[in-house]
Structures are given as structure tokens and as C-alpha cells.
């Protein structure tokens, strides 16, 4: 007898199939993480994560659409199938790891602190904060979270849903560091001159890679694929130059 593979193998949709079908790329970030995604005075999305996207989506003939969401609901909206992959400067962690694949790291980045001015000479280091009488700050959620459980642990520790209302907290004298990614805090000591010192020195190896759901060994592929590419052919450092260098 002849064995039919199942209708079930001929019904499923690749995502690949499903992304050419509907025409548009998902892609999943949180706007306000400088320089890789932020919103535009006119309410368009811009940075480093939307060029990339931008210009993955063309390669794959179809257009890109932005779907904006709250850092702490950005993997369950994956999940869910709201967005097709998570581009938004995504710490490849072996617990995000469990839940999600990560195509090959885009960039690296580590965390830095912003200090405020008045513990200039003082503090020189993320050790000199591990201490009961220093309050940090960061995003709820993110990497700069699990920075402080693990190398500020005695800090007393405000997490904020935001990354602009958290680095508030330190220029407004409530807190006295704000811990977050290197490219963040290297943009917003600059834009805010003399109210912040930046201890620019990384203290943790953070990679970063976009997300994607379990199980779709052909969806990662492009992604690989696409990455390798682009770093070879120059697009790659083009983009990262316009918002790395300044
Ligand atoms: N890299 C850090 C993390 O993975 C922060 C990323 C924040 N990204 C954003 N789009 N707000 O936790």
C-alpha cells in the first residue's frame, strides 16, 4: 500500500509562506531604546532595528510593518503570532533562550552606568555601587535587571517601565545610578550634557540577536542567511554607521 503523508504536512504554512502571502513582515520591538528603535516626531518609527527590518523586508519582496509593544509583553506577542520575529536589541539570555530561538548576533553591547554627577571620583565602578546606602535604577525586564541581581546585589533597586523614566530618576537626584545597554546610555550622556557622568566602561557580554518562535529551523535560516549577507555586501555597516557614529 502506498503510505499518504498526512494532510496536516500539506496544510501547514511555513512562516516563510505565510510572510510572502500576507505580504508584510511583523517585526516586534519597543520604541525608545536608543539607537535602535525610537519614534520620530511625526510618529514614525526609526533606528537601527527598523533600517534592518526595513531592508530585510525588501530583500523578501514584501513590507515592513512595526509592531510596537511594552518591553515586559514583547515575547508572549511572539508567542501569541502578533509579530513573525522580535527585532528590538534583544540580550540573547539562555532563559529567553528556553522560550525563543535567536538568529546569530547583530551587534554586542555590554551594560554601562550613568551616574549621577555627585558621585563623580567617588563611584568608578559598578562595585563601588554594591551598596545598601547607593539606590539603582533600570527597565523592568531587561538585561540591566538581571545586571544588578547579579554584580550590585546589596544597591537598593527601583525598576521602571521605561528606560526615560528610570534614567529620570537619577537627573532628578531620586536615584543615583541608572544601569542599562552601552549604545543607550553613550546617546543619552551626550544629549544631556553635564547631568549625567557615563562610566563607560561594559561590565557584562551581552549579544544581541532577533527573536524568533521555536521550531522553524527554515525562518532562522533566512535570518542567517540574510545576516551574513548583508555584513559582506556593506549594507550592514552602512546602516550601523548612520546611527552609531555620530
Ligand atoms: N538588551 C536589553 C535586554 O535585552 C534591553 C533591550 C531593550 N530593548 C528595547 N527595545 N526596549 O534586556
Redesign the pocket.
Known amino acids: 500500500a502506498v503510505t499518504l503523508l498526512s494532510s496536516a504536512a500539506f496544510a501547514q504554512q511555513t512562516l516563510l509562506q505565510e510572510i510572502t502571502e500576507s505580504g508584510e513582515l511583523r517585526a516586534c520591538?519597543?520604541?525608545?531604546?536608543m539607537p535602535?528603535?525610537m519614534k520620530a516626531k511625526n510618529g514614525q518609527f526609526i533606528g537601527f532595528d527598523i533600517d534592518l527590518g526595513k531592508q530585510m523586508a525588501r530583500a523578501m519582496g514584501v513590507k515592513y510593518v512595526p509592531v510596537n509593544t511594552a518591553?515586559d509583553g514583547i515575547i508572549p506577542t511572539l508567542l501569541t503570532g502578533k509579530c513573525h520575529l522580535i527585532m528590538?536589541?534583544?540580550?540573547i539570555t539562555p532563559q529567553r533562550n528556553m522560550q525563543v530561538n535567536f538568529a546569530d548576533p547583530y551587534v554586542v553591547?555590554g551594560q554601562s552606568i550613568l551616574l549621577s554627577p555627585k558621585l563623580e571620583g567617588k563611584v568608578t565602578s559598578y562595585r563601588d555601587l554594591n551598596s545598601d546606602q547607593y539606590t539603582v535604577v533600570t527597565?523592568l525586564?531587561?538585561?540591566?535587571e538581571g545586571a544588578i541581581k547579579r554584580y550590585i546585589p546589596k544597591a537598593k533597586v527601583n525598576l521602571f517601565e521605561t528606560?526615560s523614566e528610570a534614567v529620570l530618576e537619577v537627573t532628578n537626584g531620586k536615584a543615583d545610578a541608572f544601569i542599562y545597554?552601552l549604545p543607550f546610555n553613550a546617546i543619552y550622556a551626550a544629549e544631556n550634557q553635564g547631568q549625567l557622568t557615563h562610566l563607560d566602561q561594559p561590565f557584562t557580554f551581552?549579544p544581541?540577536g532577533w527573536a524568533v518562535r521555536q521550531g522553524d529551523p527554515d525562518f532562522l535560516n533566512f535570518l542567517n542567511g540574510y545576516l551574513r549577507q548583508i555584513k559582506g555586501d556593506g549594507t550592514y555597516d552602512r546602516i550601523y554607521d548612520k546611527w552609531f557614529k555620530d
Not at 520591538?29 to 531604546?33: C, E, L, N, Q, T
Not at 528590538?88 to 540580550?91: A, H, K, N, P, S
Not at 525586564?141 to 540591566?144: I, Q
Open positions: 520591538f519597543d520604541a525608545g531604546y535602535f528603535e518591553w528590538g536589541g534583544m540580550t553591547i527597565k525586564g531587561t538585561t540591566g528606560q545597554d551581552e544581541l
